[in-house]
């Protein structure tokens, strides 16, 4: 049975496409047939990230418009066979979405994959609404910080009355917390929130928490999504995020500081000054 | 943190203990007010049917002439009713 997965979170350049690249990639990796679709019309990113930004021809609204068939704006992932991209347009029309279309395409989607993921725009407007409203499950991306702990609140208030699921009083949507951009030197220094705080105060099962690293920059100016790199830290935490998931059990990573020596101590490193 | 740092420990609560309470009380607050509409809205109209049982008020002006308004001072939340008699009654 085909899930349709939106990755949110209100507030804009927490993550949400990194995110949604980074787990669609992970899903195709345990070799899930896996789609994910970038909504934010006008601004389209996705294709960047997942690096196919030179093969995009015809994209949602096309496929929405009927003015394109839906195989035709599929675009197949070079690295992974089962993984695919559903680009965005970079129309201005605001209203070149509406629920109907939007309906129809995901409906054909099901019909061919495991997993839909949803990658939706900043902001509660309809491109976000769109978005989410045929989800089954929703990862709110969270950076540890205030204004995207209240706007990730909002849109859980949102997932609970607006989504076609609320509507039609079926079993809610699943939630899952995704925390992402955590310094635990920073939490340990009391200058950060801290895991359990956003836990706390969002009250949603937590599905993973992915490290401030160096590689998501890498990984974006390459055009590779992050799990491809399985050394890194950040990739690393994505695999884990998509075996929890899948609903397997995997420790929390990445979440303390590393013990260190005596001279250490006494000597801060640079590096960490600047962090 | 350095040495220096752990002999000279300010004593003040860190910046994020200060996040967490200015985020517990904030999403509380927007969580009550999200789920009030409703419940502003049925009052609202079963405030409307008493009154118009015992008022001759048209039913088109009606909404013009009862308000109702919840608003939050401190740590109240007060309600609000503001009705507006026509001039046959006084």
Redesign the interface.
């Known amino acids: 049975m085909a899930e349709v997965i939106v990755v949110t979170s209100g507030k804009g350049g927490v993550g949400k496409t990194t995110s949604s690249a980074a787990l669609g990639t992970g899903l195709a990796l345990k070799g899930y047939r896996t789609v994910v679709v970038d909504f934010d019309v006008g601004l389209r990113n996705l294709d960047l990230i997942m690096g196919c930004e030179r093969r995009v021809v015809y994209d949602l609204v096309n496929v929405v418009k009927e003015e394109a068939l839906l195989h035709q704006a599929l675009i197949k992932d070079k690295r992974l066979e089962n993984l695919f991209v559903l680009p965005a347009s970079q129309t201005r029309d605001k209203d070149a979405l509406d629920l109907a279309g939007v309906e129809k395409v995901i409906e054909e989607l099901k019909t061919s994959f495991d997993y839909i993921i949803c990658d939706s725009p900043a902001g509660i407007e309809k491109g976000a609404m769109m978005a989410l409203y045929f989800a089954d499950r929703a990862i709110v991306v969270t950076n540890p910080e205030v204004s995207s702990v209240r706007d990730s609140d909002r849109i859980l208030g949102i997932l609970a009355s607006k989504s076609k699921r609320a509507e039609e009083k079926r079993e809610p949507i699943r939630e899952h917390l995704l925390v992402t951009r955590y310094s635990a030197t920073r939490v340990e220094r009391g200058d950060m929130l801290s895991l359990e705080d956003i836990e706390d105060l969002l009250a949603i099962p937590l599905l993973g928490v992915i490290p401030e690293s160096q590689a998501v920059l890498r990984a974006s100016n390459s055009g590779i999504p992050v799990t491809f790199d399985q050394e890194s830290d950040a990739g690393q935490a994505y695999l884990d995020a998509i075996d929890r998931f899948l609903g397997h059990k995997v420790p929390m990573r990445f979440i303390t500081t590393k013990k260190k020596g005596l001279l250490q101590r006494l000597f801060k490193s640079k590096a960490e000054e600047t962090s | ?3 220096i740092d752990l002999l000279f420990r300010k004593n003040k609560p ?4 200060t ?2 309470e ?3 009380i ?2 509380s607050h ?2 009550t007010r ?1 789920s009030q509409p409703d419940l502003i809205n049925q009052m609202q109209a079963e405030i409307l049917s008493v009154i118009a049982k015992y008022l001759d008020i048209p039913s088109d002006k009606i909404q013009d002439q009862v308000k109702v308004d919840v608003e939050r001072r401190g740590e109240h939340s007060v309600l609000e009713l503001n009705i507006t008699l026509p001039d046959s009654c006084t």
């Open positions: 943190m350095s040495l860190s910046s994020a203990s996040a967490k200015r985020l517990q904030i999403i927007e969580r999200q």
